[in-house]
């Protein structure tokens, strides 16, 4: 495992060390599980973008073509 040093402004160090002791974890293992989510964020936006490009609308509009349109049933509408 590596170590570094980073400067944080005194609020938001606040607030990591508030969310860690209310998670009850050390301070490092937070601000090392946020950053594994935020990175975890961002690949998935990345992956989403690769998937996305491979996309084709006229196939899309052609298979929504097929779908009735009808109104959802009542317990999938979003309310």
Do not use: C
């Amino acid at each position: 495992m590596s170590s570094m040093n980073i400067e944080l402004p005194d609020s938001l160090l606040k607030q990591a060390r508030e969310m860690a002791e209310k998670d009850g974890v050390p301070l490092e293992q937070f601000i090392a599980s946020a950053l594994a989510e935020k990175m975890a964020a961002w690949r998935t936006v990345e992956y989403l973008k690769e998937r996305a490009s491979h996309g084709d609308h006229a196939k899309f509009q052609a298979a929504m073509s097929r779908v009735a349109d009808v109104e959802p049933d009542e317990s999938d509408r979003i309310l």
